[in-house]
């Protein structure tokens, strides 16, 4: 067998690893061959030597490199339905904007649905307006939980559920701003949730005018 050009591999490894994060699957001999420029049968043995050698996996058919190993095959498709006060209880018409796709080597797996934060109730508890909130769909909870759940009025809210009042039996809702709303709580009569708080997606800006030897 003829000696492989060996920039040409170290080109063939780049497209298969810039495939894979844009599309989250190995691109085929064919799309190798037609974005190397070369003929099909020269790719398959370029791939099948590459293979030999370690510097991919290929069976004839399926192609990965030691960088796709290291990626997510796993995705979860999760609506982002809109926006959900942190504050006093709001109606809330439940609209998908879009779906995103969840690693679920980090997010987990189960039915999860993104939310919108608005309002400051619940910025003790790291969510601020404009974060996303990843929320997994149950209807229980257990004390400490932030949820989605509705109120008397069937108006929902973004609140931590902090148990049974003993006094009045009804289920607390807490409010996490101690600065704004001390110890302000909303009591429910008949908890309903709708989903559980599991992660926050934000993106991270610096505060302007503040220089990084401010910030340390």
Do not use: C, H, S
């Given at each position: 067998m003829r000696s492989k050009d060996p920039e040409l591999m170290k080109s063939i490894c780049s497209y298969i690893d810039h495939f894979y994060r844009e599309n989250h699957f190995a691109p085929?001999?064919?799309?190798?061959?037609?974005?190397?420029?070369i003929a099909p049968s020269s790719a398959h043995r370029y791939l099948t030597a590459m293979g030999k050698n370690g510097m991919i996996s290929y069976d004839g058919k399926v192609i990965g490199t030691p960088q796709t190993d290291k990626c997510s095959s796993e995705y979860i498709s999760a609506p982002i339905v809109g926006s959900i006060r942190c504050g006093d209880p709001e109606l809330e018409v439940e609209q998908v904007e879009e779906y995103v796709s969840l690693p679920s080597s980090i997010f987990g797996k189960g039915d999860f649905y993104i939310l919108r934060a608005k309002g400051t109730s619940m910025i003790d508890a790291g969510i601020v307006?404009?974060?996303?909130?990843?929320?997994?769909?149950?209807?229980?909870?257990?004390?400490?939980d932030i949820v989605v759940a509705l109120d008397d009025e069937k108006q929902n809210t973004l609140k931590r559920y902090g148990g049974v009042d003993r006094e009045t039996g009804k289920a607390v809702l807490r409010y996490e701003n101690e600065e704004e709303f001390p110890g302000r709580q909303i009591l429910v009569k008949e908890l309903v949730v709708q989903g559980v708080a599991r992660h926050i997606i934000r993106a991270i800006s610096a505060k302007k005018g503040v220089s990084y030897s401010e910030a340390v």
């Open positions: 085929t001999q064919r799309e190798v061959a037609n974005a190397m420029n307006p404009g974060d996303l909130i990843v929320i997994e769909m149950q209807n229980t909870a257990e004390v400490g």
